[in-house]
């Protein structure tokens, strides 16, 4: 099994629907991120997480919302889903006891359409 | 505003030939620079870290090296296989050493047999 799992791998959706997109990790981490990536760009950071009471907002969070349920889980919502949110979507975790600190652990995506 | 820019976007070369992937970033203030590997329909996969009071890491036929003074970084591979066809996405970090990064676009490396 994957370290870092993302469920759905798949989903299409209409426009101003409700999507939650979940991510769960066994591999103890404390710090978990939700990033984007669009054709012919980075990733880019959604929102972050270090611990299970801390939220912090990313790079594009307008739009999107996120709840830490618990030390192996992270997900995002989309509350009114619009056509630009069209995005392969990838869970991250990291470790801050790591030597390498800052080496992040990619989930396989969550490739979201909205029609 | 930290910017990241890889170029070539795409990049073709016969198996056997060594080559070189190039990254540079506008604010030389940067915590580490992570080199990650992306398969179609995968995740990312990280292949090295290199921490800001370094110059180099290797793993294998990999190297990268760090220059914070001009702001790039570059990824060498040795002896290419066609395994080693990808997306090399290069990233550096926004503020400490944590998973708050800042991604290139990526360099499509295709490696024909």
């Known amino acids: 099994d994957a370290d870092v799992t993302q469920t759905p791998r798949n989903r299409i959706t209409k426009t101003g629907k409700r999507i939650m997109l979940e991510c769960s990790q066994t591999?103890?981490?404390?710090?978990m991120y939700w990033y984007r990536q669009d054709p012919g760009l980075g990733l880019r950071l959604i929102y972050y997480?270090?611990?299970?009471?801390?939220?912090n907002k990313g790079e594009i969070s307008d739009g999107y919302s996120v709840s830490r349920q618990a030390q192996a889980k992270f997900s995002l919502s989309l509350e009114s889903a619009i056509p630009n949110q069209t995005a392969l979507y990838f869970c991250?975790?990291?470790?801050?006891?790591?030597?390498?600190?800052?080496?992040?652990?990619f989930g396989e995506g969550s490739r979201l359409t909205v029609l | 505003k930290q910017e990241v820019t890889q170029i070539p976007a795409a990049l073709s070369v016969p198996e056997g030939e060594n080559l070189v992937l190039n990254c540079s970033f506008t604010?030389?203030?940067?915590?580490?620079l992570q080199w990650f590997r992306q398969d179609p329909g995968k995740g990312l996969t990280s292949l090295l870290l290199?921490?800001?009071?370094?110059r180099e890491q290797t793993s294998g036929r990999l190297n990268a090296s760090l220059d914070k003074s001009s702001g790039r970084s570059t990824l060498y591979i040795a002896a290419s296989q066609p395994g080693d066809s990808a997306t090399y996405l290069c990233?550096?970090?926004?503020?400490?050493?944590?998973?708050?990064?800042?991604f290139g676009q990526g360099t499509t490396l295709q490696v024909k047999p």
């Open positions: 991250a975790t990291s470790s801050q006891d790591s030597i390498n600190t800052g080496e992040l652990f």
């Open positions: 997480s270090f611990d299970v009471k801390d939220i």
């Open positions: 990233a550096v970090s926004l503020s400490g050493n944590t998973g708050k990064l800042i």
């Open positions: 591999k103890g981490h404390d710090r």
């Open positions: 604010d030389s203030a940067i915590y580490n």
């Open positions: 290199i921490q800001s009071s370094q």
